[in-house]
């Protein structure tokens, strides 16, 4: 099955800070989303972007669908950024099933 | 929309008892999804329906688990007898495909399960 990998594992910053999440996958994919998991378990919708960019005002992500990869940019961060960053796709034609990275854990101090 | 609505929300039991989690999606999605997440095994999905039929269930461990979907606004996942390692956050999802353009998966709040 389809590969991902995220990166960096974890991510500590000051508030106000700048980052960057990437996400590699191992083959083509026809679905690839962002979520962030709140500190209470709450998965939330980021992006959905199999390709381009977009952008949702702190948060952008850009996915280059021809080199197998996603970022996801947060501008500013704050402590309610903190969390779990998940990247997943879905490989192939089909429908179904998404396959998740392990996540980058991100904690913002004050 | 309420988004997609799971319960309970938390659930301890002891070990070799039927546990019973329930799911509503998101009223008009035709896909609905069941994962797991866990510290060792992270986000992993159990099964998934279509139009309430079970289309890929090679996720489900074992003959322990199983999943039903009697109608389009009730989903169920059942583990029995349950055991010390099925303890997890069990996520319930639904999708449509109806707008291709937002292809997206949205989640419920999770069961944590833990099993005693």
């Known amino acids: 099955g389809i590969q991902v990998e995220q990166s960096p594992p974890d991510l500590i910053l000051q508030e106000g800070a700048n980052s960057t999440l990437r996400c590699n996958f191992s083959?083509?994919?026809?679905?690839l989303q962002w979520f962030h998991q709140n500190p209470w378990g709450q998965l939330i919708n980021l992006f959905y972007?199999?390709?381009g960019t977009k952008q949702n005002g702190r948060l952008s992500a850009t996915t280059v669908a021809t080199e197998r990869y996603s970022l996801l940019y947060i501008s500013s961060s704050q402590t309610t950024d903190s969390g779990v960053y998940f990247c997943a796709v879905r490989g192939g034609t089909s429908y179904g099933k998404l396959t998740f990275g392990q996540g980058t854990i991100l904690t913002v101090h004050p | 929309d309420a988004g997609v609505i799971q319960s309970p929300r938390h659930e301890v039991t002891e070990m070799g008892q039927e546990v019973t989690l329930r799911c509503k999606p998101i009223?008009?999605?035709?896909?609905l999804f069941w994962y797991r997440q866990t510290m060792m095994r992270g986000l992993e999905l159990l099964i998934y329906f279509n139009n309430n039929v079970p289309i890929d269930d090679s996720g489900m461990p074992e003959d322990r688990f199983s999943a039903k979907m009697p109608n389009a606004s009730f989903s169920t996942l059942k583990i029995q007898p349950s055991e010390p390692r099925d303890s997890a956050v069990y996520f319930c999802a639904s999708s449509t495909l109806a707008d291709s353009s937002t292809d997206t998966q949205y989640f419920g709040p999770g069961t944590r399960l833990t099993v005693l």
């Open positions: 009223s008009g999605h035709d896909y």
């Open positions: 972007i199999p390709s």
């Open positions: 083959d083509s994919v026809n679905n």
